[in-house]
């Protein structure tokens, strides 16, 4: 289980979910945009 | 800028709940199972990290003694006391189905398993979505948008922190609304989810994963449309109701299985 590759994919995961996180908010937040027909000024 | 009279505890928390959110998204089966992780902590001790991050988070929002602080915070503990029990509730249908606490076993059992439809997951699915719109502060429990006094709960705790602490606070948001929903992926839609070490399955699972993702942030925006929030007083109800959905999911559980 702590092969090189299964660390290495710790190490993946770890940093997609810190980049991908906000990522994810934001998308959250736009699509409620779309649907309440709101725009950024 | 920082309120004169914050405690070192007022700094530290912002770093304690990124940690907390960082250390529970590096337990949950995102990308692939059997992670080096992934024994560190079972679902048990993952909603441990939860609450300590509630923990501390409630403790700095009483620490500069305004009104709005310890306003938000007491909300907060409520809505958190009656949330994991829930939660555990929710965790414990997919437990008994797979025999373990670990969340790798539980994945790896429900994954590879013939397709059926479980009605106990069900219940535990409906029961999961409640939870996580009251733990994330979504609404209906809160609005994370919001600055009116009556029903900020998770903004009235954060009003006093700017800069940084700040950023990393609600960095560490988004990370538990990230992980709450890989969770659910994990617990209810598990599959294409890869093995730690296969390279090959990677570009599978990271499209299967960005497809859920965008899929639930769009039904979770689509909810947030058209629901509307509920009174604080009704979030025990809600609450709950979430409860009751998970314990009937394991009762359902035990009557099929026998």
Redesign the interface.
């Known amino acids: 289980?702590?092969?090189a590759?299964?660390?290495a994919?710790?190490i993946?995961?770890?940093v997609?979910?810190?980049l991908?996180?906000?990522l994810?908010?934001g998308?959250?937040?736009?699509?409620?945009a779309?649907?309440?027909n709101r725009s950024a000024p | 800028m920082i309120a004169r009279d914050a405690s070192p505890l007022f700094r530290l928390t912002p770093y304690v709940l990124f940690g907390c959110m960082w250390l529970a998204a590096g337990i949950v089966p995102v990308l692939a199972t059997g992670l080096p992780f992934a024994p560190a902590a079972d679902i048990i001790a993952l909603v441990g990290v939860f609450a300590l991050a509630r923990v501390f988070s409630a403790l700095a929002a009483m620490d500069i003694g305004t009104s709005f602080g310890g306003l938000g915070a007491r909300r907060e503990m409520l809505i958190g006391f009656l949330a994991e029990p829930a939660m555990l509730m929710t965790l414990f249908t997919a437990a008994f189905i797979s025999g373990s606490t670990q969340l790798a076993t539980i994945v790896d059992t429900l994954a590879h398993r013939e397709f059926a439809i479980y009605p106990s997951l069900a219940f535990a699915a409906v029961a999961f979505l409640m939870v996580l719109l009251a733990e994330n502060a979504r609404i209906p429990i809160d609005n994370p948008t919001t600055h009116l006094e009556l029903t900020m709960v998770h903004e009235a705790m954060i009003l006093e922190y700017s800069a940084r602490h700040l950023a990393l606070i609600e960095w560490a948001v988004a990370i538990k609304l990230f992980a709450y929903m890989t969770i659910g992926f994990a617990f209810f839609v598990p599959w294409g989810i890869a093995e730690a070490g296969n390279w090959a399955a990677l570009p599978v699972a990271l499209a299967a994963l960005l497809a859920k993702l965008a899929l639930a942030g769009a039904g979770l925006a689509l909810l947030e449309t058209l629901l509307a929030k509920l009174r604080l007083f009704l979030a025990p109800e809600f609450l709950s109701s979430a409860f009751l959905l998970g314990v009937l999911g394991m009762l359902i559980h035990f009557l099929v299985s026998g």
Do not use: K, T
């Open positions: 289980m702590n092969s590759p299964a660390i994919f710790q993946l995961q770890s997609l979910v810190v991908a996180a906000p994810l908010m998308w959250v937040n736009q699509c409620r779309w649907l309440q």
